[in-house]
Structure formats: C-alpha cells, structure tokens
C-alpha cells in the first residue's frame, strides 16, 4: 500500500506583466511523509507547471529566502512540513505587506532599504576601527543582552504579519526595529543616539501596537516585538534625559594588554612552523 497522499495545493499567481489581477490554480500532488512545502513547490514547477515562480536557495532555515503565505501564516516553505499544516488542501501566497515579483516571489527592497538606515553595524570612533589595538571584550552577560536578535535572517515574515505596515508603509517595522535594539545594546556599539533619530521618529517604534504577530512568526525564535517595546522605553530615557549614558566599552584585550577573564588560554600549537 502507498503512503502517498494527493494533497491540493491553492497556489496565488500573478505575473504584473501579463495579468490584470492575481488568481489562484489548483495542483494535486502525491505527498509522502517528511515533504516539506518546498518539496511540493518543486514537483509542481518539474512535473506540471514550469512556469511557476518562487525564491529559495539554502533549503535549510538559514537564507531566509523562501518566505511565503502558508494557510495564512508567514513562513518559509523549506521548514514547513505538509502534514504538519493539513492533510487535505493547502493554500499559498506570496508574503503580505511587499510589492509582489511573480506569483510568489515578494520584493523585499522596501524592508533591506529600512535596514540599511538604521546603520546595522558597529559604530565606533574611525580611528580604532582603521587602526584597531586589540579587541573589544564582551563579557557573556552583556551577549546575553542581545543575542537572541542576531539569529535575524531577514526573511521578512515579521514584517509580512505585521498589521501596522498593512495600513502604514512608511512604519520602518519589526525587522529593521529589532536590529536596530541589537545594536544598540551592544557594549562594544556607540551609535544609539544616531540611530534614535530614525527609531524615534514618527514612522519609528512608537507606531508599533503590540501585536505580537511579527515575534509568532519568526522562524528562528527572534522576539521583535520584546525588541521594540525596549526601545520605546529607552528612547523616552533619552528624550528626558535620565537614561545610562552612552559609552561603548574600551577595554582592549590584544598581546601584551592582559589576559581575558575566565577565558582559558589558547592551546599550543601542534605544527612549527
């Protein structure tokens, strides 16, 4: 006896340079335990219609690349196991929110455009990054403060769940805001204060509802809302002028400069070279 199953697969096509509007087909495709949506993708596009389109490379939750519409959640295809979403019919679109490609590839620009103006990297004084004397240490604490935000693989699901950015599309939104508070409580990061300007704007973090969609459906465990609702209190501190001050940490661990703290020594080397 088979263990394939005929699943029908509702899929939104729409190609901007032939089609008035979008429209769904209908594909049967035998399904056997352990497919994933991207399995069911591929036979459709090999074996019945080669004109579908979508994006994807890695195939392992790590690109980020094959976010899509599944049953109505923001996900990517190559993690979702059929089974696991329904065993009768599945209904996939593109993902919400973006301007759309073809049939289901999203036009991410908008959110990588956000991203680039929050300044997603370390900022600190020219001259220690061109001519830097050592490194900058990091205790395990102050990793903890922002380590769950740096598993961002820009997918773009939160944004696609995101009820603010549906109504509001200048809303910098959840995935630009999250990283923005990664790298704001960086120690090693001095760049708060400029990146406040953006957060802090109109189209900042205080459009954010709280939801809570964006942080139900990241697939790598991200907590952007938590992320946002930081930064709003943060940036009220500063506002009024009664938060931390701002100073990334300086000390420099290089040769000669001491030894890191319950760090142990690095093994001799096996090869002389």
């Not at 599944?70 to 190559?78: E, V, Y």
């Not at 329904?86 to 289901?104: R, V, W, Y």
């Not at 990283?179 to 189209?203: C, F, L, P, V, W």
Request: proline residues 8%; positive net charge; hydrophobic residues 30%.
């Amino acid at each position: 006896m088979s263990n394939e199953k005929i699943i029908k697969f509702h899929i939104r096509r729409y190609d901007p340079l032939k089609d008035e509007k979008p429209y769904y087909r209908t594909y049967d495709v035998p399904v056997k335990k352990g497919m994933v949506v991207l399995d069911a993708l591929h036979y459709i596009r090999e074996n019945l219609d080669p004109s579908l389109a979508w994006r994807y490379s890695c195939r392992m939750g790590v690109c980020g690349s094959c976010g899509m519409l599944i049953n109505g959640s923001p996900t990517l295809a190559c993690n979702t196991q059929i089974f696991d979403v329904s065993e009768t019919e599945i209904t996939i679109g593109p993902l919400p929110n973006f301007k759309i490609i073809k049939d289901l590839v999203p036009e991410l620009s908008s959110m990588f455009e956000k991203h680039t103006k929050i300044m997603p990297f370390i900022v600190r004084d020219e001259k220690e990054l061109d001519d830097p004397e050592g490194e900058f240490y990091l205790s395990s604490e102050q990793l903890e403060e922002f380590l769950q935000f740096t598993y961002c693989i820009k997918c773009g699901c939160c944004m696609a769940a995101c009820p603010t950015l549906a109504t509001d599309q200048n809303y910098i939104g959840p995935q630009p805001l999250a990283q923005a508070h990664r790298y704001n409580k960086d120690m090693r990061d001095g760049g708060r204060k400029n990146r406040n300007e953006i957060t802090g704007s109109k189209d900042g973090a205080f459009k954010c509802h709280y939801a809570g969609e964006c942080s139900r459906v990241c697939p790598k465990g991200v907590d952007p809302a938590k992320a946002i609702q930081i930064m709003k209190r943060q940036l009220v501190f500063d506002f009024l002028k009664i938060a931390k001050k701002q100073k990334p940490c300086e000390k420099l661990m290089g040769p000669g400069k001491g030894e890191k703290k319950n760090i142990p020594p690095a093994p001799p080397y096996t090869v002389q070279g």
